[in-house]
C-alpha cells in the first residue's frame, strides 16, 4: 500500500542481526511500486511480482515473491495444521477460530465444515486415499471422517488426555495417536477398537511419525502373537517427540524399546528422512538429524535461532522446518 511499511532483518551466523524497513512512495509510470530501504538495506529489481534486497555490509541479497494464492476466508483465526490430499486436489485445516474446515486446493472453496470434537482440534490429516481424515483433539478423541459428506464415521475413545499428533500405517487400516496422557496408542479403524498402548512414557507425547525401519536394524520381538486387525506394523518403526526431552524409537509390532535420545529442551515434532535418517525439533531451536543405527551422537545439530522448532517435513535432499519466530 501507498505510505505501507514491511520489516527487514538480515542474520549472519554470530553476528548480531541487522533490521531496517521498506516503505513505498507510490507508483512508477510502468504501474511498479517504488520502493524505498532504510540505512543499510537496498532495493533492487522490484516488479509487481517481487522485490529484490540487498545488505552490502553482508554481501547478501535476498528475492521476495508475492503469494501466487491467498486463501483469507477459509479460517478468521490461527491455522494449527493442515494437510493436502494425495492427488492434490483438497486441503483440511484446523484453526484457533473452532473450526475444521475441507476446501479445494485449487481456489480456496470452502467444501465442508467438520463439526464433532469438543473444544479445540489439534491436529488433521487425509488417508492415502485423500476421501476419509483422521483428526485428534483436546477432548482426548480421535475421529475419522468422509471428505465426501462430512460425516464422522468412526470416533476413537480411550485417551486420558489430548491428542497432540497422529500417524496412519501404510494405506490406514491401522492408526495412530499420541496424547498429553504420555501414551501412544494403535487403533484398528474396521472395528475402531484400540488394538495396543504402543508406549507409556510419563511424559506428554508432542509427536510422533512411523517408518520402514534399516532392514539392520533390531526390531525385538513381540511378547505375544499380533493380532490379525494388525496390518502392515510389521519392520516399522515409531518415532516419539516426548515433553521430558527425550526422542524415542519404539518398534511398532514388537512395541519393544529401539533407542532413547536425551536432547536440549521438549523435543515438539519429529520425521523420517530415509529407513535411516530422522529429524527431531526442539522448544529451544535444536534440529537434530540422527542415524536410527547409532543414536549416541547426533549426525548434526541445526541451530538457527532459539525458537521452537514446530514442525519437519522431508523435502527433496532436505527438508524444511518451521519455527515458531
Request: net charge negative; with cysteine.
Amino acid at each position: 500500500r501507498d505510505e505501507g511499511e514491511a520489516w527487514l532483518s538480515c542474520r549472519s551466523p554470530g553476528k548480531p542481526t541487522l533490521y531496517g524497513s521498506l516503505t513505498r512512495r507510490g507508483l512508477s509510470t510502468e504501474g511498479v511500486p517504488d520502493i524505498a530501504a532504510s540505512e543499510g538495506f537496498v532495493v533492487g529489481e522490484v516488479t509487481k511480482k517481487s522485490i529484490l534486497i540487498s545488505c552490502p555490509h553482508e554481501n547478501v541479497s535476498t528475492k521476495f515473491l508475492a503469494p501466487y494464492t491467498t486463501f483469507s476466508r477459509i479460517h478468521q483465526k490461527s491455522i494449527t495444521c493442515l494437510d493436502i490430499s494425495s492427488g492434490g486436489g483438497l486441503g483440511v485445516s484446523t484453526s484457533t477460530d473452532g473450526t475444521m474446515k475441507i476446501w479445494q486446493a485449487a481456489n480456496g472453496e470452502i467444501r465442508r465444515l467438520l463439526e464433532g470434537h469438543v473444544y479445540d482440534v489439534n491436529c488433521c490429516r487425509f488417508f492415502p486415499s485423500g476421501l476419509v481424515v483422521l483428526s485428534g483433539g483436546m477432548d482426548a478423541q480421535l475421529k475419522i471422517w468422509s471428505a465426501e459428506d462430512a460425516s464422522c464415521v468412526v470416533t476413537f475413545k480411550g485417551h486420558k488426555g489430548g491428542i497432540l499428533d497422529t500417524a496412519i500405517v501404510d494405506r490406514g487400516r491401522n492408526v495412530l495417536s499420541c496424547s498429553r496422557d504420555g501414551t501412544a496408542r494403535l487403533w484398528d479403524c474396521g472395528k475402531s477398537a484400540c488394538l495396543d498402548v504402543i508406549a507409556d512414557c510419563g511424559s506428554p507425547v508432542n509427536g510422533i511419525a512411523v517408518g520402514a525401519a534399516d532392514n539392520s536394524l533390531n526390531l525385538g520381538m513381540p511378547e505375544e502373537p499380533p493380532s490379525e486387525r494388525e496390518i502392515g506394523t510389521e519392520g516399522k518403526i515409531l518415532l516419539l517427540a516426548r515433553e521430558d526431552k527425550k526422542l524415542q524409537g519404539v518398534g511398532l509390532q514388537s512395541r519393544q524399546p529401539v533407542f532413547l535420545f536425551d536432547g536440549s529442551d521438549a523435543f515438539n515434532c519429529c520425521t523420517f528422512l530415509s529407513s535411516t535418517y530422522i529429524l527431531a525439533g526442539t522448544q529451544d531451536g535444536n534440529i537434530y538429524q540422527l542415524d536410527v543405527r547409532n543414536t549416541n551422537a547426533p549426525i548434526q545439530v541445526v541451530h538457527r535461532s532459539g525458537a521452537p522448532v514446530l514442525s519437519l517435513l522431508p523435502y527433496r535432499d532436505g527438508f524444511i522446518a518451521s519455527q515458531g519466530n
